[in-house]
């Protein structure tokens, strides 16, 4: 095709969730060229978002090493992309958020003189070491852009505050939104596969009440994720008719202690699972009484879905869920997360102050709104 080139660059499992709509919406102007190449900085988790969006990758650079260090990531990264950019010569460059991969994309296309969009601009906590590198990743990728999709009104602030000139900042709302209805659509439908069908079923038959469980944070790795665990242990002794579903991210760094921790526990009301199908966790985040979780974009899907979160970080880049009323800090403290999460299972009213709120991160047309913009600047 002869028009624009448009090339979505994305490793790991949040990116693809956050960037598939915005892949469908760029495929559907027939002015524009939308190539996608996918680092695999993550393997199957990527994998199993490609396969329920059904995006096949025009480049696969298939990356991912157990445990490589961020330093061993990034270098193969810079070199592979720069190739790849060379070689395609894209007008525009899009990344998504704030990993290794997002930034050391936009790195690349900087190199190559290559426009840089950023999706997901504008979140900061402040805090170089928290989300560690994250936060690092997005404020060098800012620096880098020419176009600045920020998902609310703080994050163009945020922008603003650092010099990015106002013309280049476009407030979308989240992709997140997006995806999230997406998948709820598809839920309505007979699942794709026999696999997915069991993955929903696996979920279906969790009984009520559910706490759904997640945590992977680089600077929750030691204490922090042991201490997240010991809560979890703690409030399933106390609670023995609620079910707390943890599915454990792929790291190692991750899956080893939480194994080792609540894997063994015996207690039977302790699930540990695999990572779940973007779709099967869509369901457990409707099927949830309650969620337990230091993810990014678990924190911006619950209240569309109105379901009230505890944040297991000292900090988030997401104010908007705590103005909103529906999420909190707790930390990873072992004492707060277990009174916090009494608190939650023992008082309704407590409870229903945190499932009222509105969901601050837009309507679910942030991508169209992202490959509206896309196509104004380049045509
Ligand atoms: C990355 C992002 C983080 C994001 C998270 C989403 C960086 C620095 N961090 O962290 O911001 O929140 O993804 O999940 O970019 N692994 C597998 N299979 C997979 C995925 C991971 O085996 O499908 C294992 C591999 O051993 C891999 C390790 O997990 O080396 C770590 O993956 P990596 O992408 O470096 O870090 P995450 O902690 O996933
Ligand atoms: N998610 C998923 N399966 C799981 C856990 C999470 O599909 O088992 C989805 C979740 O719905 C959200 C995204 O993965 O959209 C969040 O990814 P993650 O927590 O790994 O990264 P973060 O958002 O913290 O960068």
């Not at 060379?86 to 899009?94: E, M, N, T, Y």
């Not at 936060?135 to 990728?141: D, I």
């Not at 207690?267 to 966790?281: D, E, K, Q, W």
Request: aromatic fraction near 4%; glycine fraction near 6%.
């Amino acid at each position: 095709m002869a028009g624009p080139k448009i090339s979505v660059v994305f490793g790991t499992r949040p990116e693809a969730i956050k960037l598939a709509p915005v892949i469908l919406a760029l495929r559907r102007d027939p002015r524009i060229s939308c190539q996608v190449c996918v680092t695999a900085q993550h393997r199957e988790m990527l994998d199993q978002v490609l396969s329920v969006f059904a995006i096949r990758p025009d480049t696969d650079l298939n990356l991912m090493r157990s445990d490589q260090t961020l330093a061993e990531l990034s270098a193969h990264l810079l070199h592979r992309l720069d190739a790849v950019f060379a070689d395609s010569r894209p007008d525009l460059v899009l990344v998504q958020g704030d990993t290794t991969t997002s930034f050391c994309a936009a790195l690349a296309a900087f190199y190559r003189h290559i426009p840089i969009g950023h999706v997901e601009a504008g979140l900061r906590t402040g805090n170089l070491q928290a989300p560690w590198p994250e936060e690092a990743n997005r404020v060098l990728t800012s620096r880098l852009a020419a176009l600045h999709f920020a998902p609310t009104e703080a994050n163009r602030r945020n922008l603003l505050a650092e010099g990015i000139a106002a013309a280049n900042v476009h407030v979308t709302g989240n992709t997140v939104v997006d995806a999230l209805l997406l998948a709820v659509e598809s839920l309505q439908r007979p699942a794709p596969t026999p696999a997915m069908a069991e993955e929903l079923e696996l979920i279906e038959q969790v009984p009520d009440p559910m706490v759904l469980v997640t945590a992977h944070r680089r600077e929750s790795f030691g204490p922090g994720l042991e201490s997240i665990c010991q809560a979890v242990l703690e409030l399933a002794r106390r609670f023995p008719d609620t079910h707390f579903v943890y599915p454990v991210h792929l790291n190692p760094r991750v899956g080893t202690p939480v194994r080792h921790l609540l894997g063994d526990s015996g207690l039977p009301n302790v699930r540990l699972l695999a990572p779940l199908s973007y779709l099967a966790f869509v369901k457990a985040l409707h099927r949830a009484y309650l969620i337990l979780t230091d993810s990014g974009g678990i924190q911006e899907e619950a209240p569309s879905l109105g379901k009230p979160v505890l944040i297991l970080r000292a900090t988030t880049e997401r104010p908007e869920v705590i103005k909103a009323g529906c999420a909190r800090l707790v930390g990873t403290d072992t004492a707060t997360i277990c009174a916090e999460t009494s608190r939650l299972l023992t008082d309704p009213d407590a409870y229903r102050a945190m499932t009222a709120a509105p969901n601050p991160y837009g309507d679910g047309l942030a991508a169209r709104r992202i490959a509206a913009i896309c196509g104004r600047m380049l045509s």
